[in-house]
């Protein structure tokens, strides 16, 4: 019987550090694909644990124990995941360590006991303790620092590696020992003063991350209302100044008619007719913050003589306009960028947003040259703050709005998809607005 506890110790050895890890990182596929690795892992563990147990023994399964979990772990996670590898392993040996730190607490109130089974008793609900701690309280910021954190991970990643190195010296090998018992909760407690410690730092930074964010989002509603004030005081002015020419194309098409030139008066009806279809100030959609986002970047896409369509879909649904203009600023703006770098026949952009049920999707496709991926977002080119992050702003945006971004460079094209959950308030309607291309 004594076996079978140490075997299910062995297994909850096992399976908590693979929870903690799988609950710290990002994957880039569905939840049911991570979690069913999860569940193959922890199955190949369990099996390989006992297979030691029943033909190395028990010092040598717990010699190995590190190397059972970590290599297939790792290989699958550099599969799953989308955290750097530096990331990765800062999340990897902190669950391990966080295991070891449950191993010991087990063990000082168990008071040293030989019966496995109340030792891994403790150790299940010390580490399901930690696991709960960490998905009420840090699961939320350390996510956030992890997708904006882009440079200070192989500053930070050695530093549980070395201290999980250190406990492997002290406590097993080479053989396992207890002689070093105080000295490893004395590392320990160096570990938990480092972690506070870095606790802070993420702590700090997600807090002026998100105050940064919050400033943008104030900004860019300021900014959309004044280009929706200016694109529509430019219309008036516009509209004042055709009603002034009104009385002279008259009299132009009347002298034409009288002279019964009737091409040439066609012609000229013509010209009059496409530049009142330029001024025409129908919205592109309800939300007005919208609207001036799309009218301000049509007018630029059109100066720089690249070819601009878009496409709304979109019904009578209330929009969440500014995360969206945020993601639409982001977005077109680097498809500007992106085009001006072409020669003018190969500039092209284009705009597609639908929604279907309770998800708003949006699609912006540009032609762009060579673009070199850092991860999942195209690395800048551009030197200096401030390049770079567009990309990153637009997926945290469609995270706040419970959807995400990706994005695909194939065949000269850049693609950007993004979903956005949203409520529908009132059935579909057809397209408000749909534009030709320039």
């Known amino acids: 019987m004594q076996d079978v506890w140490i075997l299910v110790r062995a297994a909850v050895n096992s399976l908590c550090p693979m929870a903690l890890l799988f609950s710290m990182v990002e994957f880039k596929c569905k939840p049911r694909t991570a979690w069913g690795a999860f569940g193959g892992l922890s199955l190949f563990a369990v099996a390989a644990n006992v297979g030691l147990y029943y033909l190395l023994g028990r010092e040598a399964m717990m010699q190995l124990f590190a190397v059972v979990v970590a290599v297939p772990s790792l290989a699958a996670l550099l599969l799953l995941t989308r955290d750097r590898l530096s990331q990765l392993l800062f999340s990897f040996f902190t669950a391990v360590n966080a295991l070891y730190l449950a191993s010991i607490l087990g063990r000082l109130v168990t008071g040293m006991s030989e019966a496995p089974w109340l030792e891994a008793l403790t150790r299940a609900l010390f580490y399901g303790a930690l696991i709960c701690v960490f998905r009420r309280w840090l699961n939320k910021p350390y996510h956030f620092v992890a997708q ?17 190195c250190m406990v492997m010296f002290l406590g097993l090998y080479p053989t396992v020992r ?9 590392l320990y407690g160096v570990l938990v003063l480092v972690y506070l410690v870095i606790y802070r730092v993420f702590r700090s930074t997600y807090e002026l991350l998100m105050q940064r964010q919050e400033q943008q989002r104030l900004e860019l509603q300021l900014a959309a209302q004044k280009q929706y004030y200016e694109a529509q005081l430019e219309s008036q002015q516009a509209m004042r ?6 009385r002279t194309h008259v009299r132009v098409l009347s002298g034409l008619l009288a ?6 008066a066609a012609e000229y009806l013509q010209q009059v007719s496409h530049y009142t279809d330029e001024l025409d100030a129908a919205p592109w959609c309800s939300d007005p913050y919208l609207n001036a986002v799309l009218s301000s970047y049509a007018a630029r896409f059109r100066q720089a003589q690249a070819a601009f369509e878009c496409r709304l879909q979109i019904g009578s649904v209330q929009l969440p306009h500014v995360e969206l203009c945020l993601i639409l600023n982001n977005a077109l703006e680097n498809a500007l960028e992106a085009s001006l770098a072409l020669p003018a026949a190969q500039r092209q952009v284009s705009v597609q947003m639908q929604v279907r049920q309770s998800q708003l999707l949006l699609r912006v496709r540009n032609r762009c040259g060579k ?7 195209p690395a800048s080119t551009k030197p200096g703050p401030g390049h770079g992050c567009g990309l990153p702003t637009i997926g945290a945006a ?7 971004a990706v994005c695909e460079v194939k065949d000269g094209w850049f ?7 949203l409520p529908l308030s009132g059935p579909a309607s057809p397209p408000a607005r749909s534009s030709p291309t320039f």
Do not use: C, S, Y
């Not at 693609?415 to 959950?421: H, N, Y």
């Open 371 to 377: 673009v070199a991926l850092e991860g999942e977002w």
């Open 148 to 164: 904006n954190l882009r440079a200070g991970w192989r500053i930070i990643a050695p530093i549980p590696f070395l201290f999980f």
């Open 259 to 264: 002279q019964q030139k009737n091409r040439e």
């Open 398 to 404: 469609a995270r706040r709005l419970q959807g995400a």
């Open 415 to 421: 693609t950007l998809d993004v979903t956005a959950g």
């Open 241 to 246: 100044r055709l009603r002034h020419d009104f």
């Open 178 to 186: 207890t002689d070093n018992f105080p000295a490893v909760i004395l």
